[in-house]
Every structure is written in structure tokens, then in C-alpha cells.
């Protein structure tokens, strides 16, 4: 018997290198054609200055910073359109340094019993090595780093926290770092972002989501 239900799924790029926040505004993607014109029409811009961009779709957030851009989406049947507009803004802007790319999922699950709700944070931090500490220990945040299962340079990393609001529950954040410029064999490598972004996003949030369901099921157990 299943005791969980995913509740939310949200999904995020993150590009870090040296971007002109000015230029990133909706007209700049319907002009491109990233975006439809009604998108364009539904827009709210929070601001667009030299320093800071902020806006969004009805399915879309961007936020733009000097070193950061950071696009995200909270509908699961956009993610691949939020890969593909990325793709092409990242061709666009070919001459733009990036050096580190983050495809990131983040996943947020009801568990239907407070029990097994505690059992999942017992498992994961196990307060047998916290009894030193007074009563009421509990899980808040944890991390684990582990290498890629790929070719591409960087890690991945796995926050999971208890949720304990509107439900029950845990929330899963999956971090796919990559490395676009690194030295190897003292030659400098640069990955091209657009066919990075391209070649792994729907392999790798498959695999963030099997980190989660698989951690999630292997946590509940007694």
C-alpha cells in the first residue's frame, strides 16, 4: 500500500556566469519568439533595471542577476517548454559567458499517517545519535552530496525537510550541478549550455525523481 501522494512539482534552471539583466524582459522573448503573444500579454514585470530583472508568465518566473538567471516553472507539463525557450535564449546569447548550470527538481509529497511521517525523519536522522541534546529532537534539513552518474563535471545534491503546514509531509529538492568550464588534462574545456540543457534535462529530472521516490520508500520502511 502506498502511503504518499506527490503534491506539488516544480522545476528550475540556474545559470551562473555574466548576464546583462537589462535585456531580459517579455518583449525581448516575444521579439525572439520564445514566447506567444498572448504570453507576452499576461506578463508581469516586477522590475527590469541594469542590475535586476524580475518577471513572469502564467507558467514562467525569471530572475536576473549580474553572475545569475534563474528560470523556474511550477506545472509539470511545462517543464520541456521551459527547456526548450531556455535552449533558445541560450543560442541567442552564444557569446555569454556561463560556466555552471543547475537542472533542478523540486518535489513535495503528503504522507498519510503522522507515524510513518515520523518514521521518515527517524530513519533519516536517527536520534539515537542526538540524545545528548534534550527532548523533541527533529529533523529539519538534510543534505547529501554525492558524485555524477555521468560523464558531465559536478555533483548532485539532495535537501530533504518535513513539511508541516498546509499537510503532512516532505519536501525533496534535487540539485544537478554541472561544470560548462573546467581545465582537464591542463586544456580548458567549455560546454556548449543550449546542447547540455538540450541532451540531459528530461533524463536527468527522470533521475531526480527516482532519488526521491526511492529515498522516500526506503524511509518509510521500519
Known sequence: MQNYSLQSESASIVLVGSFNPAIFHPEWLLRHSLISEDD???AKVEIVHSQLSKFS???LFIDVIHEKLIART???SYFSPMRDLMSSALKILEHTPIHQMGM???LSYKIDEE???HRIGDNLVPKKYWDVLPERVGMRVVTVESARPDDLKGYIQVKVAPIKHDFTG???NVNNHIELSYEEDGN???LNSADVLTG???RLLKYSKEICEETLKKAMEI
Do not use: A
Request: charged share 35%; no cysteine.
Open 200 to 202: 540531459s534535462w528530461e
Open 57 to 59: 508568465l502564467e507558467w
Open 40 to 42: 507576452n500579454k499576461g
Open 188 to 190: 580548458e574545456v567549455k
Open 104 to 106: 533542478n527538481l523540486d
Open 170 to 172: 516532505v519536501h525533496f
Open 74 to 76: 511550477n506545472d509539470s
Open 115 to 117: 507515524e510513518i511521517w
